[in-house]
């Protein structure tokens, strides 16, 4: 079926880096989602990308639907202590999946030792 | 205003036990979810319903049951747990299908003994 590769699985982070992950598939979408999940709680939306190249921004979070439809991608610039959590991409294609979202994995981000 | 409201929040059942676990939202979202959350696995639909009086299989289906009898309830039934159903449980809504984006509640962390 069809299945979303988030990189990297985990990465760590030192206040005021830049972070970068991004999502793969061999399906096209016609969506792509970024949520993120902090622990105890449920996901939160926090971009939604319509558009093939579309570049779309909430606050320091900059994500980006790719191209070839496969494929997104989300920044965060200048990162801070409470963007600690699990982010999860999801994406959506009318033609499969009943037309319901389908989840990568995950990229859980924590702070350097 | 509450959002999406699951529960109980925790639950330990022993194997072959029957529960039901609840989601209420109160946004008039049409669309309901029903999803699992593993380590290592992301989110996984079980069930989702696209409207009061209708339900269907997501990804993940077996062992569980949903009703839909109210536009703002979604119920998850499980009629005979198994130590395979511990998981993290989450409901979602949406206005009219993934493309809005989806609201979670927080869980409810289900282990079965």
């Known amino acids: 079926g069809q299945q979303l590769n988030q990189s990297p699985q985990s990465m760590f982070i030192q206040e005021g880096e830049d972070v970068s992950m991004n999502c793969t598939s061999s399906?096209?979408?016609?969506?792509w989602l970024w949520y993120k999940q902090d622990p105890g709680e449920g996901p939160v939306l926090l971009i939604a990308l319509y558009k093939a190249g579309e570049l779309t921004s909430n606050g320091r979070l900059t994500a980006q639907f790719g191209i070839t439809r496969k494929d997104s991608f989300l920044n965060i610039s200048a990162s801070i202590p409470s963007d600690v959590g699990i982010y999860f991409c999801?994406?959506?294609?009318?033609?499969?999946?009943?037309?319901?979202?389908?989840f990568g994995k995950g990229t859980k981000l924590s702070v350097k030792p | 205003n509450a959002g999406v409201t699951q529960t109980p929040k925790f639950r330990v059942l022993k194997t072959g036990q029957s529960m039901t676990l609840l989601c209420a939202q109160d946004?008039?979202?049409?669309?309901m979810y029903w999803y699992r959350q593993d380590p290592g696995m992301g989110l996984r639909l079980i069930h989702y319903?696209?409207?009061?009086?209708?339900?269907a299989k997501g990804e993940v289906p077996d062992g569980y049951n949903v009703s839909r009898l109210k536009k703002q309830n979604f119920l998850l039934g499980l009629e005979s747990a198994a130590p395979s159903q511990t998981s993290v449980y989450f409901c979602a809504s949406s206005v009219q299908g993934p493309v809005d984006g989806y609201t979670f509640g927080s869980g409810t962390r289900l282990t079965v003994v």
């Open positions: 399906s096209i979408f016609n969506t």
């Open positions: 999801a994406a959506q294609n009318y033609g499969g999946s009943q037309g319901n979202l389908i």
């Open positions: 946004m008039n979202h049409e669309y």
């Open positions: 319903s696209v409207g009061e009086g209708t339900t």
